[in-house]
């Protein structure tokens, strides 16, 4: 319970130090611009349960002059996500999950340092925004959420498309290898967006070969090529709201560049939305790898959400079927989650 401790500790500091007025002295500003409280607890066959601290967190932004802003976000590490093709596990200690100055003018945008690397259309949503827990491509940590990096972003009509260049690993990089990942997309203001994001790195062995890795037959002991790209298509007319998104991606091994095997997985999210309810459903499916059989995962999610009438605090209860190709392993699970946000949420 001491990451619970901890987290709590840094709320109340916070909120000692940084009332609502802010600090305003020749530092800038500094203002706490974001908390959100997003415990749960999970029932897992066979007769498993489990209360975790899930995704809360809390975001300070420091405004020096109207261009340049710095932000950092405390939360559990967890939220870092970082490949499971490295060595790292995440842990929930409670730390810096996000921490990066930011420039913006009328040619775009640029970030430096531990940034959000907003891949795709679930992973471009902020943990406040989720209606599912994060999909199974996020869940096998296929995907990172974070990385220490550079970002160039740029909107104009609509049309938006943004370049990383990160570290792979997050806060250290052992093997000297960067990755690029980006997203180009169109989106019609709330109704209609459609979208493609690419990740593409390299690995060295330094920085995989205790990882028990095993996405798409991959050999954690040899230098790896990565890519993958992901298509995804959002609607959300009046109180509905849809999304499809699908992934692809391989890796190549060996003095050929032999590809060794493929991935693939994908989601398709419908959701009902009232002011004081909703309710929700997902399909999705994973193949970890083309060279093996029966891997191939597939679940069916129903939910239903209850809000109160300043949306301020949300209760979900999601269900999960989880059904194998193989063998099958009773592994259906409940989750509870409570959602707690301050009534402002712009800035
Ligand atoms: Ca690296
Ligand atoms: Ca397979």
Known sequence: MWFVLRFAIVIVLSAIFLPSQAMTEKLGQVELTDVLIKPWFELREPQEGEFQVGESSVQFTWFLESHFQSKIRIGPKTLLNPMARFNIRPTTDIGLVEAFGQYSSLYGQVRAGMIPLNYGAEGSLTEAELYFPRHNLFEQRVIPLRDVGFEYSVQHNGYYSD????????????????????????????????????????????????????????????????????????????QWKTLLEVTMGEVEQGPDDKVMGRFKGGHFDLIFEKPLWAVMARWQYFEPSSESKNDLQRETSVGVIFKNFSQTSRLKIIGTKIMEDGNKVANDELRLVWQLTPLVTEY
Not at 190 to 196: D, I
């Open 163 to 238: 370049l990383k260049v990160h570290n792979g690993e997050g806060e250290s990089n052992p093997d000297g290898r960067m990755w690029v990942s980006g997203n180009w997309g169109w989106k019609d203001r709330s109704k209609f967006q459609v979208g493609l994001a690419g990740l593409t790195g390299t690995t060295k062995p330094v920085s995989t070969n205790t990882s028990g890795d095993t996405l798409a037959n991959v050999d954690e002991a040899q230098e790896a090529h990565w890519r993958m790209g992901t298509f995804f298509i959002r609607w959300f007319p009046g």
